[in-house]
């Protein structure tokens, strides 16, 4: 399995503003996954982040929204631009072992 | 398209009492299936997976779960439940290996004593 950290856990934020959320992983992994949990809801897949290629957007999700950065192997980061209350969400960073996904804690993200 | 449908969004037993949680899918590929649990303010959990060996699947705390390929189904059992194991369970599908998962809606397991 994967030790996976994410930083902040939760943050409450006001609108217009933005948030950088931090991934981290305890091993060097090819690919890691952004998801939102919005309130109630299951998981949706963001984005796909593969180190030293651009993310790949889900439909319905766009870089402007949602830049993602992947310097490394081993860490990753999901920015939410300009939020406005909808984005209120747990945003949660995933990494693939062989067949298998293992996720981080969650950042949980309230906006005013 | 891949999919997955939980049956029952909600589901409650007593303790010490057998649960089952249901769990379809549909898929152009030969799946990949998990079964994840989310306690209340926590991350997502693996509880086992199927991954085209075994048909019955045994996971952690006492979880297992059979592949069924002619009802398309993957249903998770226990034959005892805790009060511990009350949570959100979530039925997932894979695209292929390291690829996209497809999250079942949930199906929240509530305990009574």
């Known amino acids: 399995s994967a030790v996976i950290s994410q930083k902040p856990s939760r943050d409450i934020c006001q609108r217009g503003t933005s948030l950088t959320i931090q991934c981290q992983v305890d091993?060097?992994?090819?690919?890691m996954f952004w998801y939102r949990q919005q309130p109630g809801q299951s998981l949706t897949l963001i984005a796909t982040?593969?180190?030293?290629?651009?993310?790949?957007?889900e439909s319905g999700f766009v870089i402007d929204k949602f830049p993602i950065s992947r310097p490394n192997l081993t860490f990753s980061t999901l920015t939410v631009s300009n939020m406005s209350p909808e984005d209120s969400s747990i945003y949660l960073c995933?990494?693939?072992?062989?067949?298998?996904?293992?996720f981080g804690p969650g950042t949980r993200l309230l906006v005013l | 398209a891949q999919s997955v449908t939980q049956l029952d969004s909600h589901v409650s037993v007593s303790e010490g009492t057998p649960v089952l949680l249901r769990c379809n899918y549909s898929s152009s590929y030969s799946p990949s299936l998990f079964w994840y649990v989310q306690h209340p303010n926590k991350g997502l959990q693996l509880l086992l997976k199927y991954t085209s060996a075994a048909t019955l699947v045994k996971g952690i705390n006492g979880f297992e779960a059979e592949f069924k390929k002619s009802e398309t189904s993957f249903h998770l059992t226990k034959p005892s439940a805790h009060m511990s194991d009350a949570a959100e369970y979530f039925c997932v599908v894979s695209e292929g290996k390291g690829g996209k998962l497809i999250f079942g809606q949930g199906t929240e397991l509530s305990v009574k004593p």
């Open positions: 091993s060097q992994v090819t690919m």
């Open positions: 995933s990494v693939a072992l062989g067949e298998t996904q293992y």
């Open positions: 982040a593969n180190q030293g290629s651009e993310a790949t957007y």
